[in-house]
Nanobody
Framework: QVQLVESGGGLVQPGGSLRLSCVAS????????MGWYRQAPGKQRELVGI???????NYQNSVKGRFTISRDNAKNTVYLQMSSLQPEDTAVYYC?????????WGQGTQVTVSS
């Protein structure tokens, strides 16, 4: 399984921006479908968006137009650029890697949107 390490979380004011990064171990990163999920307190983990091996993306409706997922296969890294952040975006954000029937999770990074 691939090992995933997220970074970039923190406290941001409403309307602000953050970029999360997720670095993966291994030599076949380019083949993985990478996803970002989030889990708010008291809620189930939900999909934010994914980026496939050919860099096609898909997003949850609530983040479309505000969040962008990209990948740099040379750096084994996937990014989540978040803008126009709102308090309801507050959650722990997790990176996910899927390949065939296997998947791996990162440890999560906290994003708090508050004034």
């Amino acid at each position: 399984q691939v090992q995933l390490v997220e970074s970039g979380g923190g406290l941001v004011q409403p309307g602000g921006s953050l970029r999360l990064s997720c670095v993966a171990s291994g030599s076949i990163f380019s083949r993985y479908t990478m996803g970002w999920y989030r889990q708010a307190p008291g809620k189930q983990r939900e999909l934010v968006g994914i980026i496939t091996s050919d860099s096609s993306t898909n997003y949850q409706n609530s983040v479309k137009g505000r969040f962008t997922i990209s990948r740099d296969n040379a750096k084994n890294t996937v990014y989540l650029q978040m803008s126009s952040l709102q308090p309801e975006d507050t959650a722990v954000y997790y990176c996910n890697a899927k390949l065939f029937l296997t998947q791996s999770w990162g440890q999560g990074t906290q994003v708090t949107v508050s004034s």
